[in-house]
């Protein structure tokens, strides 16, 4: 097989599968996640959208099937295989810890500390203090030592993107982001969405919402009783032939 | 909505306020300001009523500040593990019973002619040991916290009065041991300041360190926490160990304090921890609280009991004034943290 390197996808999905117990919750996938591409992970209830994002995200092991990324063969069996591949997953519920400050959260689990593992709290406050002015037409935060539980559901979600962003990852996993936020917020997400691709930032954006979906996706993948059952461009497709898909099936 | 002031009109951008008023605000923002105010008023009137009334009310004379110094470290010891292990959203039940085991596990070995500095070590493993028992046995079996720890001191005090008996077994270190843990310069003691010590020690630890980071993570929302990738399994059997490791810190410095250990020792410890850590602040929930709240709870606590002492209610009286002060103080810190 001739990869190559610079045009391979960021991910490849090869015959992935998941099994729980006798239910195959995933049987034989094949996705390409590509470089600066928003793709929509459609699909009904129960069609294994979230079993796929936790298999990426590596909380979830698979059954079957194989990784490539960037055209190397890869691994992900963990959360830390996925955060090496440079894989951000943003939860519907917010993966945030409430009672915390936002920089604590910013750097929960990659703290930055001295070798004793003294935080190095000054540093990481100054650096939320840039990360929120950067996103900031998103979250409208800009207090470091706010608790996140004070915050609302649109700007946790900013700050949980702010901070996949900020730890370099190269494709960001959203579930269900905007199933908790007002409709402005929303609207922020999606656009922030589509600025992170055009700054080389990929998303694979789960929703039931077609119209979201439509308003930001490249490409879709529609899937069905855990089997993939279509994979089209945005310009080939419309909203009535999605929803013709999804519900077909 | 947002609490800083600084930017609601969108204009000013980065704002680091000056130290004091940084450093006042971020106090504020701790939970345990409230309860430190509180101790600080009762201190107050304390020593006012002790000024006026120096006969009738002997609240600043040296003996009675002895004892309160003496005192304090006791329950003080034990809530710092028990906050730690609260913070990161677990209970133990059995560190009444864990400080009289280890109490007796030192005493023994003393006895039968171990060195000391061997004694203390054996001890402390133990708390340890039974700390990482209790986390091991709720996480493994996903059982909460408070069941496995109830079981556990039930069956600890069960083992205690096997090994013991009822008798009272004696504890007679070397002089230096005395004077390390219990001796006293003027009217400090030496236990209370082994006690400011491990209380700058867990402010470290929580406020400071990545570990304490963890902590409060785990306990504060124990899934998103898994999620970003922090070991939850490993924080919490760290905080088990350290709710066991002090309540052994304290067993120890206690039986050197009164020279010999007595099986009821200890008895009610593990509520009263619990109580001093929810007057200080810490959320039964788990995620909330600080080192400092907790020395602050552990004070008022003792406080209370020597006012009470002091002014010779019966010994009754005691419990049911740290009941209404735990009650009192959680209403407070409630109505606190929603007007916040």
Partial sequence: ???????????????????????????????????????????????????????????????????????????????????????????????????????????????????????????????????????????????????????????????????????????????EPTSALSVRETENVLKYMVDLRDEGVSSVFVTHNLYHAFQVCDRFVVMSHGRKVADVAKKDTSIEALTRLIVAH | MKKTGVAMDGRESVNIPAWPFGASKAFLRDPAANIVIILLIVQLVCIVAGMLWPDDFRYLSALNMKTLLRSIPQIGFIAIGVGILMIAGEFDLSVGATFTISSLTLAMLHGAGIPVALCVLAALSLGAAIGLVNGFLSLRFAIPSFIVTLGTMMILRGAILFVSGTATIPFRPAPWFDMLLTGEIGFMQAQFIWLVAFTLGAWALLSRHRIGNHLYAVGGNRAAANAIGVEVLRTKLFAFAAAGVMAAVSGIVSTTRVSSVSPIQGQGLELQAIAACVIGGLALTGGRGSALGIFAGAFLIYTVQNVLLLVGAPGYYLEAFIGMVLVAAVIANGIMNKRA
Wanted: proline letters at 3%.
């Fill in chain 1, 1 to 175: 097989m001739i990869s190559n390197t610079h045009d391979a996808p960021l991910l490849r999905l090869a015959g992935v599968g998941k099994i729980y117990g006798r239910t195959a919750a995933l049987s034989d996938v094949d996705i390409e996640i590509r470089k600066n591409e928003v793709l929509g992970l459609l699909g009904d209830n129960g069609a294994g959208k979230s079993t796929l994002i936790k298999i990426l995200s590596g909380v979830l092991p698979r059954s079957s099937g194989t990784f490539e990324a960037g055209g190397h063969p890869a691994d992900i069996r963990s959360r830390h295989d996925s955060a090496a591949l440079g894989i951000e997953t943003i939860y519907q519920d917010i993966a945030l810890v409430g009672p915390m400050p936002i920089w604590r959260n910013m750097f929960l689990a990659r703290e930055l500390c001295s070798r004793l593992g003294f935080l190095r709290c000054a540093e990481m406050r100054r650096t939320t203090i840039e990360i929120l002015h950067r996103g900031v037409e998103i979250s409208g935060v800009d207090d470091p030592d706010a608790e996140v539980a004070s915050l609302s559901g649109g700007q946790m979600q900013a700050v949980a993107i702010a901070r996949a962003v900020h730890f370099r990852s190269k494709m960001l996993l959203l579930d």
